[in-house]
């Protein structure tokens, strides 16, 4: 017996320690240990052992299966340790690796230049309004002065939605005028900036989409000076401290007196250039003071309140700001194009 438990010593415990796993080394503990394992069959014998033999033998058979045991823990130890070094080699990350940058885009360069206007304006005070893109022609033109038969009205140049002419899309950003004054509390300050259609062809300085930025002051006692004062300050802060300006006369159902405002042409100074077409000037804007009609039509009364209006094209002036020659590449969309800015 005493050969039986040295043999199986020394079997089980080379066994555990080629066992190749886990699941390996637990079925070696159940052939070696368990209720019909060879430890087992031999301690069942012990019954036929004398007296006198048996205490040793008990003894002997204890130390063998407290190292079995000891075996088995130590082994499933090293195997876990050994499971475990060769996941994290497995699932090594290496931190210093560079990432794939994302590619990150930026404002395009007409609303650059939007964005430096409303900043000029809301520093002054103004209220940034935005506005519905389809349009009653009541507001576009009824309420502007406009009246039926001028030639802004025409189906060749409007996009309506109906026979009667009476929904569109905007033409102007000047209804935002008389919603203003229809929903705003007195004094009025306000620029409107939007999408405005019209049904021209698109070429290099044409687009039947662009955009223009309203602007609106309605107060007590408000002339003709405050327009001009304002929108001196207005270029002088978007093109440079002393740059020049002019305002000729011109005509809008909307305003009375009607101007329009040209910049002194950057290019040449004024002597004139290409860039100028060789006036030595560059049409800016269409402004005027709020035609008395137009105030009382939005129930301003026109002996107490007076007020002065503009209408900029954005797109033309994003085009002057960043020397762009060509309306069509402000819409395309080519990144090469935009990544300039
Ligand atoms: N709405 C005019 C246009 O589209 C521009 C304009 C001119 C707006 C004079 C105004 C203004 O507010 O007072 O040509």
């Given at each position: 017996?005493?050969?039986?438990?040295?043999?199986?010593?020394?079997?089980a415990?080379?066994?555990?320690?080629?066992?190749?796993?886990?699941?390996?080394?637990?079925?070696?503990?159940?052939?070696?240990?368990?209720?019909?394992?060879?430890?087992?069959a031999?301690?069942?014998?012990?019954?036929?052992?004398?007296?006198?033999?048996?205490?040793?033998?008990?003894?002997?058979?204890?130390?063998?299966?407290?190292?079995?045991?000891?075996?088995?823990?130590?082994?499933?130890?090293?195997l876990e340790?050994?499971?475990?070094?060769?996941?994290?080699k497995?699932?090594?990350?290496?931190?210093?690796?560079?990432?794939?940058?994302?590619?990150?885009?930026?404002?395009?360069?007409?609303?650059?230049?939007?964005?430096?206007?409303?900043?000029?304006?809301?520093?002054?005070?103004?209220?940034?309004?935005?506005?519905?893109?389809?349009?009653?022609?009541?507001?576009?033109f009824?309420?502007?002065?406009?009246?039926?038969?001028?030639?802004?009205?025409?189906?060749?140049?409007?996009?309506?939605?109906?026979?009667?002419?009476?929904?569109?899309?905007r033409?102007?950003?000047?209804?935002?005028?008389?919603?203003?004054?229809?929903?705003?509390?007195?004094?009025?300050?306000?620029?409107?900036?939007?999408?405005?259609?019209?049904?021209?062809?698109?070429?290099?300085?044409h687009?039947?989409?662009?955009?223009?930025?309203?602007?609106?002051?309605?107060?007590?006692?408000?002339?003709?000076?405050?327009?001009?004062?304002?929108?001196?300050?207005?270029?002088?802060?978007?093109?440079?401290?002393?740059?020049?300006?002019?305002?000729?006369?011109?005509?809008?159902?909307?305003?009375?007196p009607?101007?329009?405002?040209?910049?002194?042409?950057?290019?040449?100074?004024?002597?004139g250039?290409?860039?100028?077409?060789?006036?030595?000037?560059?049409?800016?804007?269409?402004?005027?003071?709020?035609?008395?009609?137009?105030?009382?039509?939005?129930?301003?009364?026109?002996?107490?309140?007076?007020?002065?209006?503009?209408?900029?094209?954005?797109?033309?002036?994003?085009?002057?700001?960043?020397?762009?020659?060509?309306?069509?590449?402000?819409?395309?969309?080519?990144?090469r194009?935009?990544?300039?800015?």
């Amino acid at each position: 017996m005493k050969d039986q438990l040295a043999k199986i010593k020394a079997e089980a415990l080379a066994a555990f320690d080629s066992a190749g796993g886990p699941a390996a080394l637990d079925a070696l503990r159940v052939k070696y240990l368990g209720k019909k394992g060879e430890l087992t069959a031999v301690l069942k014998q012990m019954g036929r052992l004398s007296p006198q033999e048996r205490p040793a033998m008990g003894q002997l058979a204890n130390e063998v299966r407290a190292a079995l045991e000891n075996a088995i823990e130590t082994t499933s130890k090293r195997l876990e340790q050994a499971a475990l070094d060769a996941r994290l080699k497995a699932e090594t990350v290496d931190v210093t690796v560079p990432g794939t940058a994302p590619a990150l885009g930026h404002k395009h360069p007409m609303y650059i230049a939007l964005d430096e206007i409303k900043d000029i304006f809301v520093g002054m005070g103004f209220t940034v309004l935005d506005g519905p893109e389809v349009e009653l022609a009541t507001y576009n033109f009824d309420k502007l002065n406009a009246e039926e038969g001028h030639p802004s009205r025409d189906w060749s140049d409007t996009f309506y939605f109906d026979e009667d002419s009476r929904v569109m899309l905007r033409s102007q950003t000047s209804p935002m005028q008389v919603r203003a004054m229809e929903t705003m509390p007195l004094p009025i300050r306000i620029i409107a900036p939007g999408r405005v259609y019209r049904k021209d062809e698109v070429d290099a300085t044409h687009s039947p989409m662009f955009h223009q930025v309203e602007g609106m002051v309605i107060d007590k006692g408000v002339t003709m000076a405050d327009l001009k004062g304002t929108l001196n300050t207005v270029v002088e802060q978007l093109y440079g401290k002393g740059t020049k300006t002019r305002f000729r006369p011109h005509h809008f159902p909307f305003t009375e007196p009607s101007c329009e405002m040209d910049v002194q042409c950057h290019k040449c100074g004024g002597v004139g250039c290409p860039t100028c077409k060789g006036e030595g000037w560059i049409e800016l804007l269409g402004a005027g003071m709020v035609h008395p009609k137009v105030l009382e039509m939005s129930g301003i009364d026109s002996e107490v309140y007076t007020g002065w209006a503009f209408g900029i094209g954005l797109e033309r002036t994003a085009m002057r700001r960043f020397k762009i020659a060509d309306l069509r590449l402000i819409f395309e969309n080519d990144v090469r194009f935009l990544e300039q800015f």
